[in-house]
């Protein structure tokens, strides 16, 4: 490899920032990120009430020279009296190889969407150094790249010269195209016209039949009904099966987990985790758990609050709860588990909020455990909703899916080779195990 073309391989990365080329990149690795970060500056409008006329003046001035200076130094004008250092992302490092589906995941926030903006040189980093090897198709949003006013015929054309693809190209996938995307009957319609759904197989089914070493998709399976979210599932693994890269952002935890082999997790904007994918989940998970407790520490907004939850799964689960109460009360325990489809799995209860099962709750930490027989579950990983609630009367706290567990027994596969509900979807019952238990000077 030549001078040239060795700095055309490290093309995401301005000259002035580059202190050095990089040694070759192997035959097996198609991207390699050292060192990556994306800053933004933000704009904040200050809450201070201005005292005088003299002082309204003073911060006018200083906003509008700020904001001349920025626009003659070609920089972006910021608006707001003060402005802040965001960082996207942080010395986030990290390689990949050919043929790898990589499965990036994270909170809403923890920079995802960025480093794919990067790795498709929509956005330049602010530092580091980012190497990809091999032609590289994109599906960030619904329908990038499409003009609104033509039709969908049209919008084949431009989209697929926007990412690189030649007219004999398109014409040679045209009908491909159009049959994976389902919209042949509105083919000569405006795509402004077309739903939200019919938009993103569209946009989908061009990118797909790109044929690049490697494919980005970020949030695709968000919009489209069950039966596309299939086809889209099955168009990606036929591209991993051929050798080439897959990168997938996704809030469905079935999905990843189906069409991944490795996890990135990533947490305000710094990779934390990279490794099999089964545990990118469970890291992922954790942090979840981390995160909520941390916002509930020390906090009773009612009579009572679940302060901790855990699971312990053996032959059968245990889920432990610590229930901070304020006073004496009398509640029920209400739970429904999800596999990470997002598919309710069944509402479990304590029973039918008679009298005799409310628990019995004293000022201070009050411990519970329940218990759920594991069997009546197929393999996977599964979240837990837990309420406190005066049945028939109000909710007294709620922990929303923030904990989880990986159950890996009791196998039953369907013809696909997907695991299914042992006994279907149906209710699942936790019975309680082990009775409240109070330290009054918990509080």
């Given at each position: 490899m030549d001078q040239r073309q060795r700095l055309r391989s490290s093309h995401l990365i301005p000259r002035a920032k580059r202190k050095s080329e990089s040694p070759f990149m192997s035959e097996d690795i198609v991207i390699r990120v050292q060192g990556l970060g994306k800053k933004y500056i933000i704009g904040h409008q200050?809450?201070?009430?201005?005292?005088t006329l003299r002082d309204a003046i003073i911060?006018?001035?200083?906003?509008?020279?700020?904001?001349?200076?920025?626009?003659?130094?070609?920089?972006?004008?910021?608006?707001?009296?003060?402005?802040?250092?965001?960082?996207?992302?942080r010395d986030v490092n990290f390689e990949i190889k050919r043929g790898e589906v990589v499965g990036i995941i994270g909170r809403n926030g923890a920079g995802k969407s960025t480093l794919l903006k990067v790795l498709s040189r929509i956005t330049e980093p602010t530092e580091g150094r980012v190497e990809i090897k091999g032609r590289v198709a994109s599906l960030l949003e619904v329908g990038t790249g499409f003009h609104p006013e033509l039709s969908g015929r049209e919008n084949i054309f431009l989209n697929g010269a926007i990412?690189?693809?030649?007219?004999?190209?398109?014409?040679?996938?045209?009908?491909?195209?159009?049959?994976?995307?389902?919209?042949?009957?509105?083919?000569?319609?405006?795509?402004?016209?077309?739903?939200?759904?019919?938009?993103?197989?569209?946009?989908?089914?061009?990118?797909?039949?790109?044929?690049?070493?490697?494919?980005?998709?970020?949030?695709?399976?968000?919009?489209?009904?069950?039966?596309?979210?299939?086809k889209c599932l099955g168009k990606m693994q036929d591209v991993a099966g051929q050798g080439r890269t897959v990168l997938f952002v996704s809030h469905n935890m079935g999905a990843v987990q189906a069409l991944c082999q490795t996890g990135i997790v990533l947490k305000s904007g710094t990779a934390v985790h990279r490794g099999a994918i089964s545990d990118a989940i469970q890291s992922y998970s954790s942090l979840q758990t981390e995160q909520s407790h941390a916002t509930r520490k020390g906090a009773v907004k009612?009579?009572?609050a679940i302060m901790e939850a855990s699971t312990l799964v053996q032959d059968e689960l245990e889920i432990n709860l610590s229930i901070l109460a304020k006073e004496p009360i009398r509640c029920?325990?209400?739970?429904?588990?999800?596999?990470?489809?997002?598919?309710?799995?069944?509402?479990?209860?304590?029973?039918?909020?008679?009298?005799?099962?409310?628990?019995?709750?004293?000022?201070?930490?009050?411990?519970?455990?329940?218990?759920?027989?594991?069997?009546?579950?197929?393999?996977?990983?599964?979240?837990?909703s837990i309420a406190l609630s005066d049945p028939g009367v109000e909710y007294l706290d709620h922990f929303s899916e923030e904990i989880s567990f990986d159950f890996g027994g009791y196998i039953r596969l369907n013809e696909s080779g997907s695991l299914t509900q042992s006994q279907g979807h149906g209710a699942v019952r936790f019975d309680l195990l082990q009775k409240c238990m109070a330290q009054k000077d918990s509080i």
């Amino acid at each position: 490899m030549d001078q040239r073309q060795r700095l055309r391989s490290s093309h995401l990365i301005p000259r002035a920032k580059r202190k050095s080329e990089s040694p070759f990149m192997s035959e097996d690795i198609v991207i390699r990120v050292q060192g990556l970060g994306k800053k933004y500056i933000i704009g904040h409008q200050s809450q201070e009430k201005v005292p005088t006329l003299r002082d309204a003046i003073i911060r006018s001035v200083s906003r509008f020279g700020r904001g001349a200076a920025d626009m003659l130094k070609g920089k972006a004008i910021i608006g707001g009296d003060e402005v802040e250092d965001f960082w996207a992302l942080r010395d986030v490092n990290f390689e990949i190889k050919r043929g790898e589906v990589v499965g990036i995941i994270g909170r809403n926030g923890a920079g995802k969407s960025t480093l794919l903006k990067v790795l498709s040189r929509i956005t330049e980093p602010t530092e580091g150094r980012v190497e990809i090897k091999g032609r590289v198709a994109s599906l960030l949003e619904v329908g990038t790249g499409f003009h609104p006013e033509l039709s969908g015929r049209e919008n084949i054309f431009l989209n697929g010269a926007i990412l690189g693809m030649t007219r004999s190209e398109i014409t040679r996938k045209f009908d491909e195209i159009v049959d994976f995307a389902g919209v042949e009957r509105f083919l000569d319609t405006p795509v402004k016209r077309y739903s939200s759904g019919m938009y993103v197989r569209l946009a989908f089914a061009v990118a797909a039949h790109l044929e690049p070493e490697i494919l980005v998709i970020d949030e695709v399976l968000a919009v489209g009904d069950a039966e596309f979210q299939k086809k889209c599932l099955g168009k990606m693994q036929d591209v991993a099966g051929q050798g080439r890269t897959v990168l997938f952002v996704s809030h469905n935890m079935g999905a990843v987990q189906a069409l991944c082999q490795t996890g990135i997790v990533l947490k305000s904007g710094t990779a934390v985790h990279r490794g099999a994918i089964s545990d990118a989940i469970q890291s992922y998970s954790s942090l979840q758990t981390e995160q909520s407790h941390a916002t509930r520490k020390g906090a009773v907004k009612g009579p009572v609050a679940i302060m901790e939850a855990s699971t312990l799964v053996q032959d059968e689960l245990e889920i432990n709860l610590s229930i901070l109460a304020k006073e004496p009360i009398r509640c029920a325990v209400e739970m429904k588990l999800f596999d990470y489809s997002g598919a309710p799995v069944g509402l479990a209860s304590v029973g039918c909020w008679s009298d005799a099962e409310k628990l019995e709750l004293q000022p201070g930490m009050n411990q519970v455990v329940y218990g759920l027989d594991c069997r009546q579950l197929a393999r996977g990983v599964y979240r837990l909703s837990i309420a406190l609630s005066d049945p028939g009367v109000e909710y007294l706290d709620h922990f929303s899916e923030e904990i989880s567990f990986d159950f890996g027994g009791y196998i039953r596969l369907n013809e696909s080779g997907s695991l299914t509900q042992s006994q279907g979807h149906g209710a699942v019952r936790f019975d309680l195990l082990q009775k409240c238990m109070a330290q009054k000077d918990s509080i």
